[in-house]
């Protein structure tokens, strides 16, 4: 199962990268509360059942979309939107272990 996990988020992750180089969604303020939302959903989440290094991710996305809210330059932009999807995937799969080893 967690073999599982780890291969179809390589396998996003690969896609969502080749997805930003290509096919750039638009980086906006819009996108950017599109992914604060995301990232509080998470955070909320992660809030009642913590992995071993939901702080660290929670750190790293939190940073990330700083650095996106106060980067200029187009593909400063889209370097760091890239470092935050990947930062809230972590995290969404974090938050998602947590919840199974919940269940067992």
């Known amino acids: 199962m967690m073999m599982r996990s780890f291969l179809m988020a390589a396998l996003v992750v690969a896609l969502s990268s080749a997805a930003m180089a290509q096919g750039s969604p638009v980086i906006d303020k819009g996108y950017e509360a599109a992914k604060a939302s995301e990232l509080e959903a998470v955070k909320l989440q992660l809030s009642t059942r913590q992995g071993p290094t939901a702080i660290?991710?929670?750190?790293?996305?939190?940073?990330?979309?700083?650095?996106?809210?106060?980067?200029?330059?187009?593909?400063?932009?889209?370097?760091?939107?890239?470092?935050?999807?990947s930062a809230l995937l972590r995290l969404r799969l974090e938050a998602d272990g947590s919840a199974v080893q919940d269940r067992k």
Do not use: P, V, Y
Request: proline content about 0%.
């Open 56 to 85: 660290a991710e929670l750190t790293e996305a939190d940073s990330a979309l700083r650095r996106l809210r106060e980067a200029k330059g187009t593909e400063a932009r889209r370097s760091i939107a890239s470092e935050l999807e």
